[in-house]
């Protein structure tokens, strides 16, 4: 009658605990892609041609393609917008420089590299997933999705380009600056100083 009630309430349930183990696996690799971007996109693209190749060989699932698209398109936004739009928001902190006398501030994203990726990827895998089950796959004309996608991605781009151009930021950083010394530079003998 002892271990009746006793020990079960210290002894937790294995199935919660193999989720528990089995996230903290998954995020401990998931921690160890951050730096590999290359890599990272790669694996994407063949996350997503696969897709693709389901798509076409399926002849259906136009809807669920047009549904990520959108998706697709709105974590795009979110990539290249700043995180304090400018438009909307007057705060104390920092905000993106207007004039060339103004303090150099760092572009941050309203969406980081690494969620955009990894938000892109989840969907893809989602909607590769949905492809296997019928009622998913609605019977659309899917030229006209496409149509409606594609002005829908000029318009919306178009849009954000005019608001880059006249809040004078670029979304996009080529590689870490590094600092190179000071330049010798001759004097007027034709002799260096350093």
């Known amino acids: 009658m002892e271990g009746i009630g006793g020990d079960s309430a ?42 693709c190749l389901r798509v076409y060989y399926v002849q259906g699932f136009y809807i669920v393609s047009y549904g990520l698209g959108i998706y697709l398109l709105n974590l795009l936004i979110g990539f290249l917008s700043p995180l304090v739009d400018p438009e909307l928001e007057v705060t104390d902190g920092p905000l993106l420089p207007t004039k060339g006398s103004d303090e150099f501030k760092p572009f941050i994203r309203r969406l980081p590299e690494f969620k955009f990726w990894y938000s892109m990827t989840k969907a893809f895998c989602i909607a590769f997933v949905m492809t296997f089950f019928s009622v998913f796959d609605v019977p659309v004309f899917w030229p006209i999705l496409l149509c409606y996608w594609i002005v829908l991605f000029v318009l919306t781009m178009r849009r954000q380009i005019a608001h880059m151009i006249k809040y004078k930021y670029i979304p996009f950083s080529f590689g870490k600056q590094k600092y190179t010394g000071k330049k010798a530079s001759p004097s007027s003998d034709g002799s260096r100083v350093d």
């Open 10 to 51: 210290s002894v937790a349930s294995p199935l919660p605990q193999w989720g528990h183990d089995a996230w903290r696996i998954y995020q401990y690799y998931l921690d160890k892609t951050t730096p590999h971007t290359a890599y990272r996109w790669i694996g994407t693209l063949v996350v997503a041609a696969i897709y």
